[in-house]
């Protein structure tokens, strides 16, 4: 990321307007003081300097600039605070690759969606019958108005009337809220009075829809009870969290996260007093949603409904889960019942019990695959084993998993050699992804990077396109340097050369020393942009020294080549020399470029 875009969000928001959001400052002389945002206290010890843009705080010693703070406040990763910033800025970022709409795309589809929600929230406030379903459903008025609830025009294409002098018609095709008609034009994907509920990203942008039918249609009706947005340029359903832009707050508070089926349970959930409840937006959770969560919760209670469909999509969330390193406890409902239901009958206390008696996630498929009062036969004992095995084989830590195979030994009689085996059948069964290598990448017993190399990686780490660094004759060398370099660290070229945004997941295809080690060194909290000028200078003079050892190398080679051409092959033993003096060259003219740039140093 560019250091320009750095210092034009910081030159259009003031740290203190963006500090303000989140806690009241009071200036004193030169700076502002205020309790601290990130730990408890009675008497301000949080300092905001405006002239310097920078914040501290004597008491849990936490300070830096307006993008530590939001990194801190919001749990965002660097380029997730810069793109939050930048969104408040009003600031383009340059673009990642090839990922991603544009700034003013995001804008567009922003705006489409912030449009067609004032149209549905119009329609509820004049459509009494819709209310008064809701408020049975003990939905309050004011809780509507929170989660801007809507509801679809019983016309065919009442939205689309209302938006298509707005946008472009383009735009309005690919936003997920209409559908082509057989005979041109468009018609609303949301009708027949269906409620409406807004999704929005964590930043609380409207991103897309769900509409839930509330009128029962006649028998042998085709129309299904929801109808979701599907993927639209800014809304992708396996990368959102149904209500966590309302839940981060409460998660500040106390870390654990409860996670329902639906809009009307997260609502009800709400209302009732646990503001920490999102929904998957799915039938159960991805890896991008688990790992969206595990920024802000530390543990998780998964609360689905109390019927078959609801304890599958339990199994294959706690399978997601425990591939995070989460190990989420699970709420059991009376059969039949969904947590909305649950709270219209029991209230906010009974669903309280519910959810302290929630169960740790083996107990819960322990209970499950195996009802109590039901004979423990070796022939039970193997079927349990055998549905528990692929909720182990995810979880990550072997110690953990090793507890877990412990447990499952002890109350089934199986011996850990004979759940061990199965685990390892399991894992041999399982097709292997083919990733076709970036470099070729010969086997060596150590796998932790050398001094060079971590210094390597910490200068590459600092500068965003390195390659871009050097002159485009010298691009192709810098990448057979990099080769050279790091081609037999498993991971490590794709984790230089994928999205920051995709670094942590990279990191999973290294071995784990390695991916320790280069994890500490990405998230060093000296690989900021502000150096950016003297880390790509730094990048220079360290790439004339691997350059050099590198065409030495290859040198060396040659020479190695030449003792085994024949005598008679004149024309193999000349091609090869001309390749060799000009390496040397080469060598030659990069060593006198590294004494002259030590000279100007000097």
Same mark, same amino acid.
């Given at each position: 990321?560019?250091?320009?875009?750095?210092?034009?969000?910081?030159?259009?928001?003031?740290?203190?307007?963006?500090?303000?959001?989140?806690?009241?400052?009071?200036?004193?002389?030169?700076?502002?003081?205020?309790?601290?945002?990130?730990?408890? #206290?009675?008497?301000?010890?949080?300092?905001?300097?405006?002239?310097? /843009?920078?914040?501290?705080?004597?008491?849990? %010693?936490?300070?830096?600039?307006?993008?530590?703070?939001?990194?801190?406040? #919001?749990?965002?990763?660097?380029?997730?605070?810069?793109?939050? +910033?930048?969104?408040?800025?009003?600031?383009?970022?340059?673009?990642?690759?090839? %990922?991603?709409?544009?700034?003013?795309?995001?804008? +567009?589809?922003?705006?489409?969606?912030?449009?067609?929600?004032?149209?549905?929230?119009?329609?509820?406030?004049?459509?009494?019958?819709?209310?008064?379903?809701?408020?049975?459903?003990?939905?309050?008025?004011?809780? @509507?108005?929170?989660?801007?609830?809507?509801?679809?025009?019983?016309?065919?294409?009442?939205?689309?009337?209302?938006?298509?002098?707005?946008?472009?018609?383009?735009?309005?095709?690919?936003?997920?809220?209409?559908?082509?008609?057989?005979?041109?034009?468009?018609?609303?994907?949301?009708?027949?009075?269906?409620?409406?509920?807004?999704?929005?990203?964590?930043?609380?942008?409207?991103?897309?829809?769900?509409?839930?039918?509330?009128?029962?249609?006649?028998?042998?009706?085709?129309?299904?009870?929801?109808?979701?947005?599907?993927?639209?340029?800014?809304?992708?359903?396996?990368?959102?969290?149904?209500?966590?832009?309302?839940?981060?707050?409460?998660?500040?508070?106390?870390? #654990?996260?409860?996670?329902?089926?639906?809009?009307?349970?997260?609502?009800?959930?709400?209302?009732?007093?646990?503001?920490?409840?999102?929904?998957?937006?799915?039938?159960?959770?991805?890896?991008?949603?688990?790992?969206?969560?595990?920024?802000?919760?530390?543990?998780?209670?998964?609360?689905?409904?109390?019927?078959?469909?609801?304890?599958?999509?339990?199994?294959?969330?706690?399978?997601?889960?425990?591939?995070?390193?989460?190990?989420?406890?699970?709420?059991?409902?009376?059969? /039949?019942?969904?947590?909305?239901?649950?709270?219209?009958?029991?209230?906010?206390? /009974?669903?309280?019990?519910?959810?302290?008696?929630?169960?740790?996630?083996?107990?819960?498929?322990?209970?499950?695959?195996?009802?109590?009062?039901?004979?423990?036969?070796?022939?039970?004992?193997?079927?349990?084993?055998?549905?528990?095995?692929?909720?182990? $084989?995810?979880?990550?830590?072997?110690?953990?998993?090793?507890?877990?195979?412990?447990?499952?030994?002890?109350?089934?009689?199986?011996?850990?050699?004979?759940?061990?085996? +199965?685990?390892?059948?399991?894992?041999?069964?399982?097709?292997?992804?083919?990733?076709?290598?970036?470099?070729? $990448?010969?086997?060596?017993?150590?796998?932790?990077?050398?001094?060079?190399?971590? $210094?390597?990686?910490?200068?590459?780490?600092?500068?965003?396109?390195?390659?871009?660094?050097?002159?485009?004759?010298?691009?192709? +060398?810098?990448?057979?340097?990099?080769?050279?370099?790091?081609?037999?660290?498993?991971?490590?070229?794709?984790?230089?050369?994928?999205?920051?945004?995709?670094?942590? &997941?990279?990191?999973? !295809?290294?071995?784990? !020393?390695?991916?320790? $080690?280069? %994890?500490?060194?990405?998230?060093?909290? &000296?690989?900021?942009?502000?150096?950016?000028?003297?880390?790509?200078?730094?990048?220079?003079?360290?790439?004339?020294?691997?350059?050099?050892?590198? *065409?030495?190398?290859?040198?060396?080679?040659?020479?190695? @080549?030449?003792?085994?051409?024949?005598?008679?092959?004149?024309?193999?033993?000349?091609? *090869?020399?001309?390749?060799? @003096?000009?390496?040397?060259?080469?060598?030659?003219?990069?060593?006198?470029?590294?004494?002259?740039?030590?000279?100007?140093?000097?």
């Amino acid at each position: 990321m560019s250091d320009d875009a750095v210092q034009q969000i910081k030159s259009e928001l003031s740290l203190v307007d963006v500090i303000g959001r989140y806690t009241t400052l009071k200036k004193k002389g030169n700076r502002y003081f205020a309790c601290c945002p990130f730990h408890s #206290e009675k008497t301000p010890s949080f300092s905001v300097d405006a002239q310097k /843009g920078f914040f501290y705080c004597f008491g849990c %010693k936490k300070g830096g600039d307006h993008f530590k703070f939001i990194q801190e406040i #919001e749990n965002l990763s660097f380029v997730e605070a810069l793109e939050f +910033l930048a969104d408040q800025a009003g600031i383009e970022l340059p673009k990642r690759g090839l %990922k991603g709409p544009d700034r003013k795309t995001v804008d +567009l589809y922003r705006a489409i969606n912030e449009q067609a929600l004032l149209f549905f929230e119009k329609r509820l406030d004049r459509d009494g019958d819709v209310r008064a379903y809701l408020e049975k459903r003990g939905i309050h008025h004011s809780t @509507m108005k929170l989660f801007r609830l809507g509801v679809a025009p019983d016309s065919w294409d009442g939205l689309f009337q209302k938006l298509r002098d707005q946008f472009p018609p383009e735009a309005l095709a690919k936003s997920g809220l209409f559908k082509a008609g057989k005979t041109g034009g468009f018609y609303d994907l949301f009708r027949d009075r269906r409620i409406m509920f807004p999704i929005f990203d964590v930043h609380n942008h409207v991103v897309a829809f769900g509409g839930r039918r509330w009128i029962e249609e006649e028998e042998g009706s085709q129309s299904p009870k929801y109808i979701n947005s599907p993927e639209s340029p800014i809304y992708t359903k396996g990368k959102h969290v149904y209500n966590l832009n309302f839940a981060r707050p409460y998660l500040k508070k106390t870390p #654990e996260i409860i996670v329902v089926e639906g809009y009307m349970d997260v609502i009800q959930v709400y209302q009732a007093g646990f503001g920490a409840v999102v929904a998957p937006l799915g039938t159960a959770f991805t890896a991008d949603q688990a790992r969206m969560v595990k920024r802000y919760a530390k543990s998780i209670v998964l609360n689905f409904d109390g019927d078959q469909a609801g304890f599958q999509a339990a199994q294959k969330s706690i399978e997601v889960l425990l591939g995070q390193d989460l190990e989420p406890r699970v709420i059991t409902l009376p059969e /039949g019942m969904d947590p909305d239901d649950l709270i219209l009958k029991e209230g906010a206390e /009974g669903y309280r019990g519910y959810q302290q008696r929630a169960e740790d996630f083996f107990d819960f498929l322990y209970h499950r695959f195996h009802p109590q009062g039901q004979e423990m036969n070796p022939r039970a004992a193997s079927a349990l084993v055998q549905q528990m095995v692929p909720h182990l $084989q995810a979880i990550r830590d072997p110690i953990i998993r090793e507890g877990y195979i412990k447990q499952l030994s002890e109350r089934t009689g199986a011996s850990a050699d004979s759940i061990h085996y +199965l685990l390892n059948l399991k894992k041999k069964s399982e097709p292997t992804p083919q990733k076709k290598p970036l470099a070729p $990448q010969p086997k060596r017993g150590v796998t932790k990077l050398s001094l060079m190399e971590e $210094q390597v990686l910490r200068i590459l780490l600092k500068v965003p396109k390195a390659r871009e660094v050097f002159p485009e004759e010298d691009q192709a +060398l810098f990448d057979q340097v990099l080769s050279q370099l790091f081609g037999d660290r498993p991971g490590v070229l794709s984790f230089l050369q994928g999205e920051e945004s995709d670094r942590l &997941d990279l990191l999973e !295809e290294m071995p784990d !020393e390695l991916a320790q $080690q280069v %994890k500490h060194i990405f998230l060093e909290d &000296d690989l900021d942009p502000d150096s950016y000028e003297e880390a790509s200078a730094h990048l220079k003079s360290l790439f004339l020294d691997l350059t050099i050892v590198y *065409l030495k190398r290859q040198s060396q080679k040659i020479s190695e @080549m030449q003792r085994h051409v024949e005598v008679s092959d004149h024309a193999r033993s000349q091609e *090869l020399s001309r390749k060799k @003096m000009g390496i040397e060259k080469q060598i030659r003219s990069l060593t006198r470029q590294m004494k002259e740039a030590k000279g100007q140093k000097s």
